[in-house]
């Protein structure tokens, strides 16, 4: 079984920042891309950020600038340091991995079970 447990969701105030968090556990072979998304109420969820095994990042344009992706592969983790927060960033955030659990399996998406993030005003 893998799982993808995320942390560091909270309360902030608008121009504050948070660094989130999400360690991948179980039998794991390797993790190709990894990623955040996020949904907002009555929204559909969305891609914040993406990052590959060899360190290629994608943003979308509303958090370019604000948020930087980063993974260490060590630790299966990938983080998303959010800077400038404002208040249109609440939203649940869900943190995404292509997993290798062997040699010769293919890979699946697995998905954390989300943090909250809100920003006040």
């Known amino acids: 079984q893998v799982q993808l447990v995320e942390s560091g969701g909270g309360l902030v105030q608008a121009g504050g920042s948070l660094r989130l968090s999400c360690a991948a556990s179980?039998?794991?072979?390797?993790?190709?891309?990894m990623g955040w998304y996020r949904q907002a109420p009555g929204k559909q969820r969305e891609l914040v950020a993406h990052?590959?095994?060899?360190?290629?990042?994608n943003y979308a344009d509303s958090v370019k600038g604000r948020f930087t992706i980063s993974r260490d592969n060590a630790k299966n983790t990938v983080y998303l340091q959010m800077n400038s927060l404002k208040p249109e960033d609440t939203a649940v955030y869900y943190c995404?991995?292509?997993?290798?659990?062997?040699?010769?399996?293919?890979?699946?998406?697995?998905w954390g079970q989300g943090t909250q993030v809100t920003v006040s005003s």
């Open positions: 995404n991995a292509d997993i290798r659990r062997s040699f010769l399996g293919g890979s699946n998406d697995y």
């Open positions: 179980g039998i794991i072979f390797s993790i190709n891309a």
């Open positions: 990052i590959t095994n060899d360190g290629s990042t």
